[in-house]
């Protein structure tokens, strides 16, 4: 076959056209998850920074129901608006007042503002602080800047509270978004008697029951993950657990634009989210076992005609309460619930 | 598509070696084969190619969905490997889908809202699986509300109740994402039902 170099040119453009002169790819949008924190900027001119950050969720649900947030009745959404005055009408109630805090549920698109707290050069130290006489130094420790916003110019603080503060090119807030489970809680009083009166101690184990179970959503500065107690804390003069379960949902990040003069979060700062949970839950509060009774000590002897009975059934019986006090703890401090995917 | 001057032949050229070079330059240039996740549009000027990701199909199991405005139905999905049944709205207790796959009739809504679609597992008194069925339920009807575990008010009879989705506002949110297993038992007496993701 013969081909003249003007076929072959020809050929060569031709080609050409048919090949791509623009590629492009889109990524497979992504797919909302339980818990999916949305953050919105809420325009308010009268506050510092004209407004401030909020947060509403993909609704996750906990034993197949929406928690709520408590928010005030003014800012409720529509729907939920509707609802707490339908509800309140036939409970013939009154209508509630602006201010007053109603339940909203996720469902109902419920928000909460996300309260700030400082991490990196202007944070507040987060625990107790060493001071050093040779160097005229006070040492305290911060909370560490993830290594992600480190990249992105936010400093860590100055751990000399007694030098300048670190610069910054940036500033980073952060908040945790928690959701609490009410269930029922444990408290224990100890009374120390007179001795005179055949009493040295007594426990007085009992529950403390929620107001409610419904599972609400709130946003803390910095959560704290409650220790579970130990018997020695059952056993200080009045203990008193907290009924509800927690588990963090989400830790939300607001960084700064950089070189901004007044660390007061605007608009114009970047909100990043790392969530904890993706998941439905269920919540398994522990059951309140049924009180197993102690048989108990008696002593009885026919001695002094059968006078020393009653001191002794004394001395028993407050050993015998003490010990079914003890047995009571034993069984039935251990309330903390369990939380788990669905 | 720009055209590299090489590739052109000139006048009393050799046409074989600027052929192959052409054909090699074709092939580098090939990018994928096309199916429906590529769009190809031509111009006068050249093509243009778009790839367009698709998210990994995923069938939810026990997939409650509205059907109109006081129906609903459930998708295939298994509890203790067993297909759930479910009352229609004509009122004949159906498997959710039948031996050849086919989904279920529509089923009824309860009035009101917010309400649950539920399994309701029921045991013998030997704690043996005994029946599942789906049904609808209110919120404040949920056996031991609050909690994973129930403990059946009879001892003869011990019913457990498993939230599939929630609906308050016409539309349902699911609220299991897998099979399940779930078992009785009895601890100090006392029939409890519990479930978890198979």
């Known amino acids: 076959m013969f081909f003249s170099y003007r076929q072959h040119n020809a050929a060569a453009e031709k080609a050409a056209r048919l090949l791509p002169i623009r590629t492009s790819y889109a990524e497979a949008p992504s797919r909302p998850h339980p818990w999916q924190i949305l953050p919105q900027w809420i325009a308010q001119p009268a506050r510092p920074g004209g407004g401030y950050w909020a947060g509403s969720f993909v609704p996750g649900l906990v034993n197949g129901q929406p928690p709520a947030i408590r928010m005030p009745f003014v800012d409720a959404p529509a729907d939920a608006f509707a609802r707490v005055l339908k509800e309140r009408e036939a409970a013939k109630r009154a209508k509630p007042k602006p201010e007053e805090r109603v339940d909203v549920f996720l469902d109902e698109a419920a928000f909460v503002p996300f309260p700030w707290r400082a991490i990196g050069s202007d944070a507040a130290p987060t625990g107790s602080a060493t001071g050093n006489a040779d160097t005229g130094s006070i040492v305290a420790s911060f909370e560490p800047v993830p290594e992600f916003f480190q990249r992105r110019g936010v400093t860590s603080a100055n751990r000399n509270l007694l030098a300048s503060a670190a610069q910054t090119q940036r500033y980073l807030r952060a908040c945790d978004i928690v959701l609490n489970q009410p269930r029922v809680g444990f408290s224990n009083e100890i009374t120390v008697g007179a001795v005179v009166d055949g009493s040295i101690l007594a426990a007085n184990p009992s529950f403390v029951t929620p107001l409610d179970q419904q599972p609400r959503v709130t946003a803390v500065p910095k959560f704290v993950q409650a220790t579970p107690p130990t018997l020695n804390d059952f056993l200080v003069q009045r203990f008193t657990d907290a009924p509800l379960d927690q588990v963090l949902l989400a830790t939300v990040y607001a960084l700064s634009p950089a070189l901004v003069p007044d660390p007061v979060v605007t608009s114009a700062w970047t909100i990043f989210v790392r969530q904890h949970v993706h998941w439905n839950l269920s919540h398994a509060g522990q059951r309140i076992r049924p009180r197993t009774e102690l048989p108990r000590i008696t002593f009885f002897t026919p001695l002094a005609g059968g006078v020393a009975n009653l001191i002794i059934a004394q001395v028993l019986a407050e050993n015998n309460d003490f010990s079914q006090a003890l047995l009571d703890m034993y069984q039935q401090t251990r309330l903390a619930g369990m939380f788990y995917a669905v | ?198």
């Open chain 2, 1 to 198: 598509m720009p055209l590299p001057a090489e590739l052109l032949a000139r006048p009393g050229e050799e046409i074989r070696p600027a052929y192959d070079r052409l054909l090699r330059w074709i092939e580098a240039q090939r990018l994928v084969s096309t199916d429906d996740r590529i769009a190809i549009t031509q111009t006068a000027n050249g093509q243009l190619v778009h790839g367009t990701e698709r998210p990994p199909s995923i069938v939810t199991p026990l997939l409650v969905s509205q059907s109109g405005k006081d129906l609903f139905r459930v998708g295939e999905g298994y509890i203790n490997g067993r297909l759930p049944v479910i009352k229609t709205k004509k009122g004949k207790l159906v498997s959710i889908v039948d031996e050849d796959g086919v989904p279920h009739e529509p089923a009824s809504l309860l009035a009101g809202r917010p309400i649950l679609v539920v399994a309701e597992v029921t045991f013998k008194p030997d704690l043996a699986l005994d029946k599942i069925e789906i049904v609808t339920k209110k919120p404040d009807e949920l056996l031991r509300t609050g909690t994973a575990n129930y403990a059946s008010a009879s001892v003869s009879q011990v019913i457990g109740h498993i939230p599939l989705a929630f609906n308050r506002a016409g539309r349902f949110i699911q609220f299991t994402l897998h099979n399940l297993q779930v078992r009785a038992y009895r601890e100090a007496g006392v029939p409890r039902v519990i479930y978890w993701p198979a």
